[in-house]
């Protein structure tokens, strides 16, 4: 799940421009959806890095600050997408990254 968040994070970085078209959003909204989807870069990127730490503690605290960025992400853009289409489809790609991730932790942590 690192490996993929990462990806996606390089991917907001590099082409931020994908989550307005995701949401199907006016052009006047695209700045700041530019600037929204480089923070999940950059989020992303470090809840990855944290992750690889030796330490579990930390790596608790990460799968629990992504979690929570996702059910963030799924309250906040499903929150400014007026069309319901867009927001089942946020809603679906949201929820569905947490709880991968929710799986995951719980796989991590299986004795």
Do not use: F
């Not at 992303?44 to 992504?66: K, V």
């Not at 927001?87 to 709880?99: P, Q, S």
């Amino acid at each position: 799940m690192a490996l993929a968040t990462s990806g996606y994070a390089v991917y907001a970085l590099v082409r931020p421009g994908h989550l307005a078209r995701a949401l199907d959003a006016p052009p006047r909204q695209a700045a700041w959806l530019d600037a929204l989807a480089r923070t999940y870069g950059v989020r992303d990127l470090s809840t990855s890095a944290l992750l690889l730490s030796s330490d579990p503690a930390l790596a608790r605290a990460a799968c629990a600050l992504r979690i929570a960025g996702d059910l963030g992400d799924c309250a906040v853009l499903t929150a400014t997408a007026s069309d319901p289409a867009v927001r089942r489809k946020v809603a679906g790609v949201t929820l569905g990254w947490a709880a991968l991730n929710a799986l995951a932790w719980w796989y991590d942590e299986r004795p």
